[in-house]
């Protein structure tokens, strides 16, 4: 199975970094998200955690270090939460740690409310984002 | 709420506040990234309150782009709206106007009362409350959790004002106001021992 690794970029629209490893299963979406197509971007991530859940079924990590996101891209996350907590649900190994900007309350209860929404055990970790 | 409102008086009075942008026309994504661009560089003495105005006017500006009724004919058709940006000692107030649906006015305004009497814990159940529930129709997706995000970022009430124009339209406008961020616990560097 490949990869999957988006280079963000800040144009028009604000294109997250995505690693997603498929040999370690560790991955990262991190800097800001705010897409032409929030639906389409995300889809190609879930669409990778679903495959990873049937040809290789190792434990996934999932670290989510963004800045900013927008609505939209919210909902869409929820859905890619919601993908993991399905893999763990069916046996799988999950970890999720999220990393909000040490001065934004709202990025860290964003994680809170995902917490409620998915069941998942999120851990919230601060950090201070470079500018 | 009131139907006699005036947009354009409010619009002149601004004047008396720092303006920071101030745009009326036509809107398109490109023009939105130069905006945000220019208002996160404008903010970057206020690191805290920055970032909320800055998500704040993603919201507004982006409701505006996808839901104004108003459409400029010549070229691609963009939607057209307003869009300012101003500043008094203590806040930062954003305010976009365009048109929207005279049918969709009543549904606006209950939004918002719901919003203003939700304090911030109720806030955060009904934002996942609308982002778990299936939207019903595209025209509600931007006056539902957009809105309830804003007042959250915002951590203010929300104002709106809707002009009735004629029966198939009414101008709408939204104002935010964010505190700006006191400088409190700023320690004075430049003191010597």
């Known amino acids: 199975m490949e990869d999957l690794e988006i280079k963000g970029e800040s144009g028009v629209y604000f294109i997250p970094n995505v690693k997603l490893n498929a040999q370690t299963g560790i991955c990262e979406i991190s800097g800001e998200s705010y897409l032409e197509d929030t639906d389409e971007f995300y889809s190609n991530i879930i669409k990778w955690i679903e495959q990873y859940t049937q040809e290789v079924r190792k434990p996934l990590v999932f670290n989510f270090k963004l800045t900013y996101f927008n609505t939209s891209s919210s909902r869409s996350i929820l859905d890619v939460l919601r993908a993991l907590k399905k893999y763990e649900k069916e046996g799988g190994q999950v970890e999720v740690n999220w990393y909000y900007p040490e001065d934004d309350d709202g990025i860290a209860e964003e994680a809170e409310d995902y917490m409620k929404d998915t069941g998942l055990d999120i851990k919230m970790y601060p950090f201070e984002p470079e500018f | ?62 409701n505006v782009l996808y839901y104004s009724k108003e459409i400029n004919y010549f070229g691609s058709r963009d939607k057209v709206g307003t869009i300012v940006v101003a500043q008094t000692d203590k806040e930062y107030k954003l305010i976009t106007g365009n048109m929207i649906y005279t049918d969709s006015a009543a549904k606006l305004i209950e939004r918002c009362q719901i919003i203003n009497s939700l304090d911030r814990e109720g806030l955060r159940e009904y934002k996942r409350y609308l982002r778990n529930n299936p939207i019903e129709n595209e025209e509600s997706r931007g006056a539902g959790i957009g809105l309830v995000q804003v007042a959250i970022t915002a951590d203010n009430n929300i104002e709106v004002k809707i002009k009735k124009i004629s029966d198939t339209y009414s101008f709408f406008v939204l104002v935010v106001n964010i505190q700006k961020t006191l400088p409190n616990n700023t320690n004075d560097t430049t003191q010597n021992s």
Request: aromatic letters at 14%; zero cysteines; charged letters at 25%.
């Open chain 2, 1 to 62: 709420m009131n139907n006699d409102f005036d947009f354009f008086q409010y619009y002149a009075q601004l004047n008396h506040e720092q303006v920071m942008l101030s745009y009326k026309g036509p809107i398109t994504d490109v023009l939105l990234a130069e905006f945000s661009r220019d208002i996160r560089q404008k903010l970057q003495g206020d690191q805290k309150a920055g970032k909320k105005v800055f998500s704040v006017f993603m919201e507004m500006a982006t």
